[in-house]
C-alpha cells in the first residue's frame, strides 16, 4: 500500500514524489496476496448489483478466489503469454479473473459487452486470443462468432450453472480447484506483457494497446492523489470494465490507497436519479464518471439525496463545461477535479485537492510525466499557443506508458520518435501552467485563419438546456476555407426551429471567442459513435463531403 503524502502545493507534489517499483513486481502477488496475508479481512470491495443486493469482499476472498481460477485455467491448458478476452460487465469474477491471468503470467483482453459477433471475430483473430472468460448474457454473440474464431479453444461462462457442450461453468470451475497458488520462481513481472486494450479509434481497426505489469503502479497517482483516496474510503468509478477506464478507477490505484472499491453493476439504461440513491444509500466518499454523467446528475433535485458522505469528485474523458462545474461546486460544495489521460498512459495532466482547479482545464502535468506542447517543427510552443501533447521517454519513460501497439510497428515507430510519445491530441497552456485541451489533431477546424478546437464549442452548446449532445466538425466554405458546424441532439421538450438555430449560435457566442459560433446547425436523433461512446466526428466528415 502506497503512503500518501500531504503537500501544501503542486511544487511541493512535484518535488517530493516518487515511484521505487518494487524488483519484479506483480500486483496480483505483491498488492492482493500480500494484503490478504497481513489483512486478511481487511475490506477491498462494496458490490451492489442491478437489484440492489449488497456483498462485501475482503482482500482473502480475491486473493484465493483468483487463486482458484488461475489453478483451474491452468489445468484447462492456459499459461504463460496466453490472451484471455474477458466480457463481464461489473462483476465480482471480473476482479478474479484479471488477478488470476496476472498469476498465470496470460495477458488479459478486457472488452466491452457492446462487441457485436463480427468485432469479436475480428479480436480474436487479430490478437489469436485463446479462450475467453465472459458473462452468460454473452453466450449467444458468442457462438455466432465461435465458427470463424480458430484460435479460440476455451470458453468459461460466468452464471451457467454447469459446464456442458464444451462451455465451462466458471463457479464450477474454481470450486473444485485450490485456493493456493504458490508464487512460481519464473512469474511474469516488471516489463513482461500484462494486458491488452482495443483501443476504441474514431478511424479505421481498433489498436491492441499493450500494457506491462508496472503498470499498475503506475496508477498511484490516478488513487491516492488524483482520485485523493483515503485509506478506508468508498470510491465509485462509473465505466464498465470493458474500457481502461475501469482498471484507472476500480481496480489498481485505489487498492494500492487502501481504498474501497464501490461497484454497482446495473444493467440496461442509465438513470441519473437511481444513481444518486445509490451513492446516498452507500455513502460513497469518492465519485469518478464523465462529464455527460455530471450534466445528467445535475438536473436532477441534488437536495433530495443524502451525499454527505461524499467528499472528492473527479471527471476525464472529455471537457466539462463551467456550467456543470459552478452547479455542482453551488449545490455540494465540492469542486469537480479534471484529468487526462489515455488508453496508453495512466493520468498525465489532473487538477489535485491542494490546486485550485479551473473550470475546463485539465491541470498540471502529473509527477513523472515530462510534458511539452510541440508544434509542427517540434519546436516547444509558448503560453497560449496551440500544440500536440508530448511525453518525453527518453532518457527515461514514465511509468504507466504503454508497451507498444501489438502487431503494429509502423504505428508504434510514428508516435514513439524524437525522443517523445506523440499523443495525437492538442491543447495550450496558460501563464499560471495550466493544460487546456482543444481535441484530436484531425479535429481542429481551420476557419478564417483561426484554428478552433471542437470540444470548446461543444462545450458551450451544450450549456444551453435545449442540447444534450453536440458534435462540433469543419465543412468546406470558399471564404473561409472551412466554416464551424454543429451536430445537435436536443433534449426533449425541443424543436429544430430557425428561431432556435439563431438562439444557440447567439448562445456560443456568449459563452466563447465569437468567431467560434457554429453558422451551421444540423439537428439529429443520435450522434454516431464508437462502442466506447467517442463521437465519431470522421464519420460526420464524410457524410458532408459526399
Known amino acids: 500500500m502506497h503512503t500518501k503524502l ?7 507534489f512535484l518535488a517530493t514524489f516518487h515511484l521505487d517499483i518494487p524488483e519484479k513486481y506483480n500486483f496480483a502477488f505483491d498488492m492482493v496476496d500480500a494484503m490478504a496475508a497481513k489483512e486478511p479481512d481487511r475490506l477491498a470491495m462494496v458490490h451492489v448489483d442491478d437489484a440492489g443486493i449488497r456483498r462485501e469482499f475482503g482482500f482473502s476472498y480475491f486473493s484465493e478466489e483468483s487463486s482458484r481460477l ?50 469479436i471475430i475480428y479480436r480474436v483473430n487479430f490478437a489469436s486470443i485463446k479462450a475467453a472468460i465472459v458473462d452468460s448474457g454473452v453466450r449467444a454473440t458468442l457462438e455466432a462468432a465461435q465458427p470463424e474464431c480458430p484460435s ?31 508464487r512460481p520462481d519464473d512469474a511474469a513481472c516488471g516489463e513482461d506483457p500484462a494486458t491488452i486494450y482495443f483501443s ?11 500494457h506491462n505489469f508496472n503498470y499498475p503502479f503506475g496508477h498511484i497517482v490516478t488513487g491516492s492523489y488524483w482520485h485523493d483516496i483515503e485509506p478506508g474510503n468508498l470510491h465509485l468509478t462509473l465505466a464498465d470494465t470493458g474500457w481502461a477506464k475501469s482498471v484507472w478507477g476500480k481496480l489498481y490505484g485505489q487498492w494500492l490507497a487502501g481504498g474501497v472499491v464501490f461497484v454497482w453493476d446495473f444493467r440496461g439504461k442509465f438513470e441519473p436519479a437511481r444513481l444518486l440513491q445509490v451513492m446516498a444509500e452507500h455513502k460513497v466518499t469518492n465519485f469518478c464518471a464523465p462529464p455527460t454523467v455530471y450534466r445528467f446528475l445535475v438536473r436532477e433535485d441534488l437536495s433530495k439525496y443524502d451525499l454527505s458522505a461524499l467528499r472528492h469528485c473527479t471527471t476525464a474523458g472529455e471537457l466539462l463545461n463551467e456550467s456543470v462545474f459552478e452547479t455542482w461546486l453551488e449545490k455540494l460544495g465540492i469542486p469537480i477535479y479534471e484529468a487526462y489521460g489515455q488508453t496508453e498512459t495512466t493520468v498525465q495532466i489532473a487538477n489535485f485537492s491542494f490546486m485550485t482547479p479551473k473550470p475546463g482545464s485539465i491541470g498540471k502535468p502529473c509527477p513523472g510525466w515530462d510534458i511539452a506542447l510541440l508544434d509542427e517543427n517540434d519546436d516547444p510552443c509558448p503560453p497560449g499557443v496551440e500544440g500536440e501533447i508530448c511525453i518525453r521517454i527518453d532518457p527515461k519513460r514514465p511509468v504507466g506508458l504503454f508497451s507498444c501497439y501489438l502487431l503494429d510497428e509502423a504505428k508504434t515507430a510514428s508516435v514513439m520518435r524524437g525522443g517523445y510519445y506523440r499523443t495525437g491530441d492538442k491543447a495550450w497552456v496558460d501563464e499560471d501552467g495550466y493544460f487546456w485541451f482543444l481535441g484530436r489533431i484531425d479535429d481542429l477546424i481551420k476557419s ?24 462540433v466538425t469543419g465543412v468546406p466554405d470558399p471564404d473561409r476555407g472551412q466554416a464551424v458546424k ?20 447567439n448562445h456560443v457566442k456568449r459563452v466563447t471567442a465569437p468567431y467560434k459560433y457554429p453558422r451551421i446547425i444540423d439537428y439529429v436523433k443520435e450522434l454516431p459513435k464508437t462502442i466506447s461512446g467517442k463521437i465519431k466526428r470522421a464519420e460526420i466528415r464524410a457524410k458532408d463531403q459526399a
Not at 491448458?77 to 466480457?87: H, P, S
Not at 476455451?154 to 480447484?177: C, K, P
Not at 424543436?495 to 438562439?503: D, G, Q, V
Open 448 to 471: 478564417s485563419g483561426y484554428r478552433i478546437g471542437p470540444f470548446e464549442v461543444e462545450s458551450a452548446l451544450v450549456s444551453h438546456p435545449a442540447v444534450v449532445e453536440a458534435a
Open 200 to 210: 476504441s479509434g474514431t478511424t479505421g481497426h481498433p489498436k491492441m494497446v499493450l
Open 152 to 182: 479460440l479453444s476455451l470458453i468459461v461462462l460466468a452464471g451457467l450453472e454447469h459446464s456442458a457442450n464444451g462451455w465451462h461453468s466458471f463457479s464450477e470451475i474454481t470450486s473444485q480447484a485450490s485456493s493456493s497458488f504458490p
Open 70 to 119: 488461475a489453478n483451474a485455467l491452468k489445468g484447462l491448458g492456459i499459461g504463460r503469454g496466453d490472451k484471455v478476452m474477458i466480457i463481464l460487465h461489473r462483476r465480482v469474477e471480473f476482479w478474479t479473473t484479471m488477478l488470476a491471468l496476472h498469476k498465470l503470467g496470460a495477458l488479459g483482453v478486457p472488452s466491452p459487452a457492446l462487441l457485436t459477433s463480427k468485432d
Open 6 to 12: 500531504r503537500p501544501d502545493s503542486y511544487e511541493e
Open 486 to 505: 454543429a451536430t445537435v441532439m436536443l433534449a426533449q421538450g425541443y424543436e429544430p426551429s430557425a428561431e432556435l438555430t439563431k438562439e444557440l449560435q
